[in-house]
């Protein structure tokens, strides 16, 4: 047995005495959590929370008059939320403060590793995987962004709603999480197209999409929950040329385009890969499965999803929060990985990805580069006391 096989089954066995019962997925969102603390310190900026470029305000503004399209400043993040409607009306349905909404935002976040929690195990059948992949999932934007903004973004809804998409099962419920994502924000009606994707393949038993099922799709046979990810499309749509033809809103597009290019050109390596991480190596894994299979219609839909994504990125500053969104593609690629690899394959490999994970620094991009110190880093940080 060579030296990586040993430290796996060390580790393995190590994990398997801290998850024995019904309860250890707990255990597994404790130890989650633990790591977004250490690595992203989170609440480290909360100070930040009144300030006055934040968007709390806008938020409040826009949930006291909902049919009053906002008008902000052209070219600022929050002159681009006019149609971003979902938050704003559970605010004014509950009568909610800005703090409220941040720690119902810090609720998401926490529910965000659960629901992941429960979907690698469904997926990968194997508790130690779980724990191994959310080691390397702690580390992403997606998973500490609900933790780390302050600043009233509430992005965290969004990622969770669509990650909810692809985890309920019933299709209105597909249907009400994809709607409330597409009024989130945009980029998350994009990606509901990943939605569609996972569940057109999601009832064949594997991760592929055959030709012959994409034709019993175009007859209106296909499985209720594509269905319903279609009609929450035209259901947004029609809402919203409802409120534009109607109510005056209107789409902003300051601060959005190719201008924007020359600006964030630079980071755009650095805040794509820290988006996901070391998990990009499982998606990456995943398309070559896809490829080495010679499934063209999925590497396609996948090949299209992405470049729609990285077509947007290129276009606006806030390059982790667009790519955040895609989070059914990380779904999409597990369950590429479990149905399609060994499970001592996937253990290994995802044991891996998990120890990098942790030595690597984490950064995003918000029109500035946020850094966060690797692990060892961060622990030593701590124990001297050293903010």
């Not at 991480?277 to 070559?288: E, H, N, P, T």
């Not at 929060?321 to 690899?341: E, F, H, K, T």
């Amino acid at each position: 047995m060579s030296w990586p096989d040993r430290a796996v089954e060390r580790v393995a066995a190590l994990l398997e005495t801290h998850l024995t019962g019904a309860h250890w997925p707990l255990n597994v969102l404790l130890y989650s959590l633990t790591l977004v603390f250490v690595t992203t310190t989170p609440f480290f900026n909360l100070h930040y929370f009144g300030a006055p470029d934040s968007s709390w305000d806008t938020l409040l503004q826009q949930a006291s008059a909902l049919l009053v399209p906002y008008r902000g400043v052209p070219g600022s993040h929050d002159a681009n939320k006019v149609f971003r409607l979902a938050i704003p009306a559970f605010i004014k349905l509950f009568n909610l403060t800005a703090m409220q909404v941040f720690i119902g935002q810090v609720m998401c976040g926490v529910l965000i590793l659960w629901v992941m929690i429960r979907i690698t195990f469904a997926i990968l059948q194997d508790k130690v995987s779980t724990v191994l992949f959310m080691t390397s999932f702690a580390t992403c934007y997606c998973s500490y962004s609900a933790f780390y903004d302050v600043f009233g973004r509430i992005d965290a809804f969004g990622y969770l709603f669509i990650l909810l998409s692809v985890y309920v099962r019933k299709p209105a419920l597909v249907f009400l999480f994809c709607f409330l994502t597409a009024w989130s924000d945009e980029r998350g009606l994009i990606n509901t197209f990943f939605t569609a994707v996972y569940w057109l393949y999601a009832d064949t038993g594997r991760p592929t999409v055959t030709e012959n099922r994409l034709l019993t799709f175009a007859g209106l046979r296909a499985n209720k929950q594509v269905l319903t990810v279609l009609a929450s499309w035209m259901s947004y749509f029609f809402i919203r040329w409802i409120l534009a033809h109607y109510y005056g809103f209107q789409t902003e597009t300051g601060g959005v385009g190719a201008s924007q290019f020359s600006i964030t050109r630079q980071f755009i390596p650095l805040a794509v890969f820290s988006t996901y991480g070391l998990v990009w190596g499982i998606l990456l894994i995943a398309f070559a499965l896809v490829i080495a299979r010679r499934d063209w219609l999925m590497a396609g839909l996948l090949a299209l999803g992405m470049t729609v994504n990285f077509a947007v990125v290129v276009m606006i500053a806030d390059i982790n929060r667009s790519l955040a969104y895609s989070l059914p593609l990380v779904v999409i690629s597990l369950a590429l990985l479990g149905q399609n690899l060994p499970g001592h394959h996937v253990r290994k490999y995802l044991f891996v990805l998990a120890v990098f994970s942790l030595m690597i620094p984490i950064y995003d991009f918000d029109s500035h580069l946020h850094y966060h110190p690797t692990l060892p880093v961060r622990l030593v940080s701590l124990l001297a006391g050293v903010a």
